[in-house]
């Protein structure tokens, strides 16, 4: 087998879709597999790679999919199992990978095999959920909280015992201690990818093996007021534990019992830890999601020290990725403000590694501000107050300036921007220059150029707004420059290193531009630089 066919993730562009959110066909106001079929030409010709669906399995929906009642079932809000086996068909035909999320550290409380282990405390499947007895001066059996607020154990009036839940309560976790559970989700993933999924993101994969003597957490000495009240606590026992590296282990043997399949977790945590999970000898995750940019304060210093550390941090071999946008963040346009999204699109689209983009991102959808009236997300609900709520990035997809944005024909579940008649796929795809425009473009030179695909990460010195660096091959170099102020900034050809032509330029007007001497950027510009490609058009 060709190796580059077995890496097709690495040259890849990952796109994430929230389902209820791209496409309604069906006039419920709720996106649907359907709908996401109709859609895929929009990403055929965006040129991604690959498409990942937030979860679309059978479910109670109180943390909107997170929670499963069915690992192998469709919702029948997304459609059908033939719906299902359809879009794989058609987005393999389009030429596109299918990932899912695979959520394997709880279920939904409605799961057969929760309600099976909640029936006494004997039952076989009582050892596949975490249950303890209370504290012996009453309580619950130890300070884990719940991220959702409150603390992280349940009362069963029934046994008389807790079980854990790092999220809400409805979604119990299960014993990743334990063989058949283990077992149990491995058949899981076998399913999906008998029925030809290319992968799996794993939900919160760092939560998997909590600690065996169920110890306290350690306070949090930087808690602040206005945080989310489970920030009180280090999360130092109940996550992260070394043992869940031999999970994710077998985990990856499962997807390496078939062809060309890739394994990404999702992983918040600090880059000296997140790089543990590519496994000893790699034979963790492939990928597993580096946030880093999702937090970080937007400056041309603060994102170049992000990218030299986590360059440093990667053991010898393992892929980087990188990520601007995501379900659960606030939306990159929001984050750096409207200036900055083509700067913020260069960047994600020139640094070494993958690169996964936002359903919508590529528009610039911005933060949609939720009524109180308005409001699903249950972490907002249960920490009211704190500006915690994720419905703000899940609004629906902005297709044209018809009602509804083209999404629906009936009231959309979350409510639509105020701004979606002007900024939609529609109008962006034949306004020259849009944003849209400027990611269809980065995206062909991408192609284009294989050092923005396997070249060295070089950086250059630099100062002020600028970020500067160059991408190395055998078939080229490409320098990108990066002004991330608020006023023009000027960099010396020196510095760059070689004569160069403007390749492309966020503002889409500079190609073929001969640089000698002085680079100049424009406020909020930023440009690729390199010797003359053939066939980019701007």
């Given at each position: 087998m060709d190796q580059d066919e077995r890496d097709w993730w690495r040259r890849g562009i990952f796109y994430q879709v929230y389902p209820r959110s791209f496409q309604d066909s069906n006039g419920d106001g709720v996106g649907d597999l359907r709908g996401i079929i109709a859609r895929l030409p929009h990403l055929t010709r965006l040129g991604v790679d690959a498409v990942w669906l937030s979860p679309i399995f059978t479910s109670p929906m109180a943390d909107f999919g997170y929670d499963i009642s069915d690992y192998t079932g469709i919702d029948p809000l997304f459609g059908s199992m033939e719906d299902f086996d359809a879009l794989v068909a058609a987005a393999h035909d389009s030429g596109l990978k299918l990932i899912l999320d695979l959520v394997p550290n709880h279920t939904s409380d409605q799961h057969p095999w929760f309600i099976e282990a909640k029936s006494s405390r004997d039952n076989p499947k009582r050892d596949w959920y975490i249950w303890r007895d209370g504290a012996p001066d009453g309580g619950p059996p130890n300070n884990w909280l719940s991220e959702f607020g409150g603390s992280a154990w349940a009362y069963d009036e029934a046994s008389g015992q807790y079980y854990y839940h790092a999220f809400l309560a409805q979604q119990p976790d299960l014993n990743w201690r334990n063989r058949e559970v283990r077992d149990a989700i491995y058949d899981v993933m076998r399913f999906w990818l008998r029925k030809g999924v290319d992968g799996f993101r794993v939900d919160v994969i760092w939560h998997l093996i909590k600690d065996a003597e169920f110890?306290?957490?350690?306070?949090?000495?930087?808690?602040?007021?206005?945080?989310?009240?489970?920030?009180?606590?280090?999360?130092?026992?109940?996550?992260?534990?070394?043992?869940?590296?031999?999970?994710?282990?077998?985990?990856?043997?499962?997807?390496?019992?078939?062809?060309?399949?890739?394994?990404?977790?999702?992983?918040y945590l600090p880059l000296h830890r997140l790089v543990a999970y590519y496994g000893n000898d790699l034979r963790g995750a492939q990928m597993p999601f580096n946030f880093a940019l999702l937090s970080t304060l937007w400056s041309a210093r603060a994102v170049e020290q992000i990218v030299a550390d986590y360059e440093k941090a990667l053991?010898?071999?393992?892929?980087?990725?990188?990520?601007?946008?995501?379900?659960?963040?606030?939306?990159?346009?929001?984050?750096?403000?409207?200036?900055?999204?083509?700067?913020?699109?260069?960047?994600?689209?020139?640094?070494?590694?993958?690169?996964?983009?936002?359903?919508?991102?590529?528009?610039?959808?911005?933060?949609?501000?939720?009524?109180?009236?308005?409001?699903?997300?249950?972490?907002?609900?249960?920490?009211p107050g704190l500006g915690v709520g994720r419905d703000g990035c899940r609004t629906p997809m902005q297709w044209s300036a018809e009602r509804h944005a083209g999404f629906s024909t009936a009231t959309p579940w979350l409510p639509l921007a105020q701004d979606y008649a002007s900024d939609n796929v529609a109008r962006l795809e034949a306004a020259r220059?849009?944003?849209?425009?400027?990611?269809?473009?980065?995206?062909?030179?991408?192609?284009?150029?294989?050092?923005?695909?396997?070249?060295?990460?070089?950086?250059?010195?630099?100062?002020?707004?600028?970020?500067?660096?160059?991408?190395?091959?055998?078939?080229?170099v490409a320098v990108i420059a990066l002004n991330f102020g608020a006023a023009p900034a000027s960099v010396s050809s020196s510095a760059i290193g070689f004569s160069n032509e403007v390749l492309l330029s966020t503002f889409m007007d500079r190609q073929g531009e001969k640089v000698e001497g002085v680079l100049d950027l424009r406020a909020n510009e930023g440009v690729i630089l390199g010797p003359p490609v053939d066939g980019v058009t701007e």
């Open positions: 110890r306290d957490n350690p306070p949090n000495p930087h808690y602040r007021e206005g945080r989310p009240p489970h920030e009180k606590v280090l999360t130092q026992y109940s996550t992260d534990q070394l043992e869940v590296h031999a999970v994710i282990t077998e985990m990856r043997r499962v997807t390496e019992e078939f062809d060309n399949r890739v394994l990404i977790g999702e992983i053991p010898p071999g393992a892929w980087p990725n990188w990520v601007l946008g995501n379900h659960d963040r606030p939306r990159v346009a929001s984050r750096v403000g409207p200036a900055q999204v083509p700067v913020a699109a260069m960047l994600l689209l020139t640094l070494r590694g993958t690169p996964t983009l936002y359903y919508g991102d590529e528009i610039g959808m911005h933060q949609v501000a939720i009524a109180p009236d308005q409001v699903r997300d249950p972490f907002e609900k249960n920490v220059g849009s944003i849209l425009d400027l990611y269809k473009a980065l995206i062909a030179l991408r192609r284009k150029l294989p050092q923005l695909v396997h070249g060295s990460y070089e950086p250059v010195a630099a100062h002020g707004d600028v970020l500067l660096f160059r991408r190395r091959a055998a078939e080229g």
